[in-house]
């Protein structure tokens, strides 16, 4: 089955500490991953794309495809971090979104 | 300077009563989604538009239609909303299918 697993509902980081928010998928063909990122009180926007391969507020993420994981990590997580992200993934005819994780980071 | 637009930001409608949700954009966007997202779960695609091509998702219920009357346009039409389709819904756009995809700030369905 085609999907996308976010196995943390919720992260609770430490101002300055790493972050890694995890994305594992199951798809048989060669799928284009993204992140999405809502803020509070925003609406759901891009972070990042795989084939972009850039970092964007700091975030990096790999695609993996050995490991089928698109984990998203930044080496120093900020106070504006919070918010809900979402991994999502396009395949050939299949748009999959995650169902989030909420990101808080604690002062 | 809103690029995705969504009206109402909350609809309450009756149980059976047909509905009739609606998205604007100002991108000139190629594709309009519709995506359903209950509390807690994934954003669910249920169909969308390439241009004038209307593409549903195989496990789309008949009960959800939609109408893109032109390029900044396009409706969702609950004609019997039950119980479950109690939802955010959020409309999104994007140049080409499945590439970035820019989001409206949705509209919350509350059937009574």
């Known amino acids: 089955a085609q999907r996308v697993t976010q196995p943390e509902k919720l992260l609770s980081v430490f101002k300055g500490a790493p972050v890694e928010l995890k994305c594992n998928y199951s798809y048989s063909g060669s799928p284009e991953l993204f992140w999405y990122v809502q803020y509070s009180r925003q609406r759901l926007q891009l972070l990042l794309r795989h084939i972009s391969r850039e970092s964007i507020k700091g975030f990096t993420a790999d695609l993996n495809k050995g490991e089928t994981s698109f984990h998203l990590k930044k080496p120093f997580a900020q106070e504006e971090d919070s918010a809900m992200y979402y991994c999502?993934?396009?395949?050939?005819?299949?748009?999959?979104f995650g169902k989030g994780t909420r990101l808080h980071i604690l002062p | 300077d809103a690029m995705v637009i969504q009206n109402p930001r909350y609809q309450v409608t009756q149980f059976g009563k047909p509905v009739t949700l609606s998205c604007s954009q100002t991108l000139n966007h190629n594709v309009m989604y519709w995506y359903q997202q209950k509390s807690s779960q994934a954003p669910k695609l249920l169909f969308h538009y390439y241009d004038k091509d209307f593409n549903n998702e195989a496990d789309t219920p008949d009960n959800f239609q939609s109408r893109r009357p032109n390029t900044s346009f396009c409706f969702l039409d609950i004609r019997s909303p039950g119980l479950g389709d109690a939802a955010m819904y959020l409309c999104?756009?994007?140049?080409?299918?499945?590439?970035?995809?820019?989001f409206g700030p949705g509209t919350r369905l509350t059937v009574t």
């Open positions: 999104a756009t994007s140049r080409d299918w499945g590439g970035e995809q820019y």
């Open positions: 999502a993934l396009k395949g050939d005819d299949k748009i999959i």
